[in-house]
T-cell receptor
Framework: NAGVTQTPKFQVLKTGQSMTLQCAQD?????MYWYRQDPGMGLRLIYY?????TTDKGEVPNGYNVSRLNKREFSLRLESAAPSQTSVYFC?????????WGFGIFNEQFFGPGTRLTVL | DQQVKQNSPSLSVQEGRISILNCDYT??????FLWYKKYPAEGPTFLIS?????DKNEDGRFTVFLNKSAKHLSLHIVPSQPGDSAVYFC??????????????FGQGTTLQVKP
């Protein structure tokens, strides 16, 4: 199992260019997520898909669009890149919330290796 | 509005000693908490989690404590090893009401374990 894979690993864009970041998971997970990581900011949720066929905005959705192509794949598109979108982007997936007797809720997310994007 | 805060950007401990990483949250509706570890140029990896019905969860050298009245959780690593040197993120979610799995992350704490 490859887990969560992301392409590309690195990308340099000029302001105004567009690109799509690809993400795929082979764990048959229902939910998928896109985050960005910036220094001192932790990881912030951009968009998520709780199940195939649904997508919703996260904390920082402006300037991005997503497509849940099928259960395995969840892509993130920058239509007109801006320097403020320079960041490291992580895709994640999870089975969804489960409830375990004695433990309560359980719902860990598994992350891909990330895409480092620079917008000049 | 930072709902999950890790107020210590960095922590340095000696190998073999205890590492204690702290995390505070503001939203009393959070019902599930996680810790992730991240090495440079890699994605975060899940370490340990705790549901709000518990106040402690252990997994080997890692223990997470949850104090709901103080809205505080901590991760204890005993004994610390040089391979534990990484950035640690705490995260929280409101699974009970939203069922979406959305996580809110803290800013991260860089742990350095010295040999």
């Amino acid at each position: 199992n490859a887990g969560v894979t992301q392409t590309p690993k690195f990308q340099v864009l000029k302001t105004g260019q567009s690109m799509t970041l690809q993400c795929a998971q082979d764990m048959n997970h229902n939910s998928m997520y896109w985050y960005r990581q910036d220094p001192g900011m932790g990881l912030r949720l951009i968009y998520y898909s709780a199940s195939e066929g649904t997508t919703d905005k996260g904390e920082v959705p402006n300037g991005y669009n997503v497509s849940r192509l099928n259960k395995r794949e969840f892509s993130l598109r920058l239509e007109s890149a801006a320097p403020s979108q320079t960041s490291v982007y992580f895709c994640a997936s999870s089975e969804g919330p489960r409830y375990s007797w004695g433990f309560g809720i359980f719902n860990e997310q598994f992350f891909g290796p990330g895409t480092r994007l620079t917008v000049l | 509005d930072q709902q999950v805060k890790q107020n210590s950007p960095s922590l340095s401990v000696q190998e073999g000693r205890i590492s204690i990483l702290n995390c505070d949250y503001t939203n009393s509706m959070f019902d599930y908490f996680l810790w992730y570890k991240k090495y440079p140029a890699e994605g975060p990896t899940f370490l340990i989690s705790i549901s709000s019905i518990k106040d402690k969860n252990e997994d080997g050298r890692f223990t997470v404590f949850l104090n709901k009245s103080a809205k505080h959780l901590s991760l204890h690593i005993v004994p610390s090893q040089p391979g534990d040197s990484a950035v640690y993120f705490c995260a929280a979610s409101r699974e009970g009401s939203s069922n979406t799995g959305k996580l809110i992350f803290g800013q991260g704490t860089t742990l350095q374990v010295k040999p």
